[in-house]
């Protein structure tokens, strides 16, 4: 597919005169201290700090609404002797918090099992069949991660059944209606309503990550862990970072530090199941950062829940011996092929069906779309396509036989379970969050949906947030564009939503030789630009199709993200093209 036609507004972040000061303090480059201020850190030590990220800059896990109730539960099972059994989503958030609290228990000498649904079958969340088949099979005490929340007739069964239920999760709830439970862990529940953890935004594996630290506290009476669980934690770090980079919650405050600590903990993980993902990907040895795990390793993990079962891949992470899990790891990599391969298919046909329903893009506000040839697994990957070329929130829902699954994806500004909510008539159930959300709708009902959908995106969509938004943090030189910037560039990742790759305006400038076409199906474009005396090779990625408008002298405007490209053991600063205007 090229890249979206859509024009794109360019927000430049106004000069910051003390940034010249900053830089000096901080021995970094002007642009770099720019970027540091047009994220809204002014101070000498905040700024360190970015840089610098430390896990003593976790919060304690004791403020967490819900741990420590839930940490003394399960510290009690655990003595108790009683069967856990942790109830995960099929996601990498889930799987990875569920691989994390599994680790947990067992090195605290739980006797503890999981259970992950099947996506299609089950769909997402705790389902009352689980609850009572997980109670059959002998299970005194359910935690959920990642999930749960919303589960008001699951956890009335597990009352019923005498069996404790503990509840940990980060999604949105419905109408203030909280499940009954032993405990309900979440980073946004409080007394009075407004949300108390320093960190709303922590995500499912994150959450799981403290409970298990708040376990281990509550076991030892101590105000410490011991020497074994720290180094665990440590160790953990890299199963949060997968789940935070994964389920795409903002890089910034706490969430930033688990990201950065986990990603440089991949390449040396001693998780039998982590080496054998990382090895799968080709990645051994690799330092690696949000991209290798937003774009190869995630999508292997959740490739298992998208076509298969997602508890391989929490085997994998888990419990399996090395060559099982190198097996499991080769699998998942098939899958993610076969899931690429049925994504190009839906992709093409949501496609024709968007322009065979007379889509407008002055009428219509969303998509929504509905087949019955699609795999359910699929179709939020193929939403979050239509998001990225038409710019509106997008609904896909695929049909088997008479009721539907659907998977949804936004864009900035639009609350998908807010809509979800306020469609909720027509639906059997909804669940999710701002960016992404999923539903169940009869077949005799779509069409309503739809229509109020539409409605409701015509009063919350405005112009400007059908225009996709590029966040310049200054106007640059080619000059300035050197590897020492590039180096302190990086030190402001793991960059993902909230903490963006830092972005430059590259005015004046000059195409310097005919462009190339590059890449396998030749959907790319280099180019090689001029500015005065200064020349650089850029990277314009699915923009083939400008290739007949860049003539030599022709003048341009770039906004752009100055990387290092390392090719027969040279390296050189090169421009990865993000949107490219004519002057």
């Known amino acids: 597919m090229q890249g979206s036609t859509q024009p794109k507004r360019w927000t430049i972040s106004p000069d910051r005169p003390e940034a010249a000061d900053l830089a000096h303090r901080l021995k970094v480059s002007p642009l770099v201290a720019q970027a540091l201020l047009s994220r809204g850190l002014t101070e000498t030590g905040d700024c360190q700090a970015f840089l610098s990220p ?64 099947h996506r299609i079958d089950e769909g997402y969340g705790l389902n009352p069949q689980a609850v ?36 940990t999760d980060h999604h949105q709830w419905h109408d203030g209606q909280l499940p009954q439970a032993a405990a309900i862990v979440h980073p946004r529940l409080s007394a009075d309503g407004a949300p108390t953890y320093p960190n709303p935004n922590l995500c499912g594996a994150g959450v799981a990550f403290k409970l ?15 020497g074994e669980f720290r180094d665990f934690l440590i160790e953990a770090t890299a199963l949060a970072a997968l789940g935070t980079i ?50 190869l390793l995630a999508p292997r993990l959740n490739a298992c829940g998208r076509m298969g079962h997602a508890r391989k891949a929490v085997r994998m992470l888990t419990d399996a011996p090395a060559d099982e899990a190198m097996q499991i790891a080769v699998y998942l990599e098939e899958q993610n092929r076969l899931r690429q391969n049925l994504e190009k298919q839906i992709l093409a046909d949501v496609l024709e069906r968007i322009e065979s329903d007379g ?25 979050a396509r239509i998001v990225e070329r038409y710019c509106r929130p997008t609904v896909l829902v695929a049909f088997d036989p008479d009721q539907g699954q659907g998977s949804a994806r936004s864009i900035p500004g639009f609350h998908l379970a807010n809509a979800f909510a306020a469609c909720s008539g027509h639906l059997i159930s909804h669940g999710g969050h701002e960016m992404a959300a999923g539903l169940k709708v009869k077949r005799e009902n779509f069409e309503s949906f739809r229509r109020d959908f539409g409605d409701y995106a015509r009063q919350h969509v405005d112009d400007a947030m059908l225009t996709p938004e590029i966040k310049l943090e200054a106007e640059a030189g080619l000059g300035q564009m050197t590897e020492a910037l590039v180096s302190d560039l990086h030190r402001l990742g793991p960059f993902g939503h909230g903490n963006r790759k830092p972005l430059f305006c590259f005015r004046d400038v000059q195409v310097a030789a005919p462009p190339r076409v590059v890449g396998r199906a030749g959907e790319h474009l280099q180019i090689m630009i ?28 770039l906004a752009a993200e100055p990387t290092i490209n390392e090719f027969n053991g040279y390296r050189s600063v090169e421009l990865d093209v993000k949107d490219l205007r004519f002057t």
């Not at 376990?215 to 101590?222: Q, T, W």
């Not at 080496?275 to 040895?285: E, N, P, Q, R, V």
């Not at 889509?359 to 939403?383: K, L, T």
């Open 359 to 383: 889509f407008s893009p002055q009428r219509d506000r969303a998509i929504v779309v509905g087949a019955d040839a699609w795999h359910a697994g699929v179709i939020g990957i193929v939403a």
């Open 530 to 557: 001029r500015q005065g005396n200064a020349r650089a090779k850029c990277i314009a990625f699915r923009q083939a199709n400008l290739v007949n408008r860049l003539n030599p002298g022709t003048s341009i405007e």
């Open 54 to 117: 430390n896990l003593k800059m976790l919060h304690e896990p004791a403020a967490l609404p819900g741990v420590v109730i839930a940490a003394e539960r399960i510290a009690a099972a655990v003595r108790d002797r009683r069967k856990i059994v942790i109830y995960g989503d099929y996601d990498v958030d889930g799987i990875t918090a569920a691989s994390i609290l599994w680790h947990a228990l067992k090195i605290l000498g739980a006797q503890v099992d999981y259970y992950i649904p």
């Open 246 to 295: 994964a389920d795409v919650v903002p890089l910034t405050g706490e969430n930033r530090v688990l990201a950065h600590f986990g990603l440089c903990g991949l390449k040396s993980s001693k998780l039998i199941g982590i080496k054998a993902l990382i090895s799968s990907a080709g990645l051994t040895g690799q330092n690696l950062d949000s991209f290798h795990v937003g774009f």
């Open 212 to 226: 298990a630290w708040q376990i281990a506290l509550c076991m030892g009476g101590a105000a410490r862990v011991s």
């Open 132 to 167: 009572g088949q997980i109670i059959d099979q002998g299970a005194q005490l359910i935690v959920t991660v990642d999930c749960g929340v919303t589960a008001i007739e699951s956890a009335r069964v597990a009352a019923e059944r005498g069996v404790e239920l503990i509840i």
